[in-house]
């Protein structure tokens, strides 16, 4: 493979590489194209976050009705963000991200 050394100056555009944008293609998309890619963004953005809550939840040996009345939220709550329906925001994202990194802590916290 061979090596190429290239000198970017950030305040002189031409210099900056081109990559591997094919611009005759972004500039052929249409704004149909662009709403449905961004439902398919949103929907694997829901699963990850469903992914995240479940392996949260399954790392503290609890189940689903365990888990809901340890963080206080209701069961159904649970339910929709691990089947990907709904995903966990402001505090109850922060709350999750806890208790995966130092969940006896958290845990201790919230009893």
Not at 8 to 13: A, E, G, K, Q, Y
Not at 26 to 45: C, F, G, M, P, S
Not at 47 to 54: I, S, T, V
């Amino acid at each position: 493979m061979k090596t190429i050394r290239v000198q970017i100056d950030p305040t002189d555009p031409v210099s900056l590489p081109e990559g591997r944008v094919d611009l005759a293609r972004v500039d052929a998309t249409t704004e149909e194209q662009i709403t449905e890619h961004q439902a398919i963004d949103e929907l694997e953005a829901l699963q990850d976050a469903a992914k995240f809550a479940r392996r949260v939840r399954k790392r503290l040996s609890l189940s689903q009705s365990q888990f809901a009345e340890r963080i206080n939220v209701s069961l159904k709550t649970i339910r929709s963000w691990e089947q990907g329906k709904r995903y966990p925001t402001g505090a109850a994202k922060t709350l999750l991200t806890v208790l995966d990194r130092a969940p006896e802590a958290a845990l201790q916290a919230l009893s």
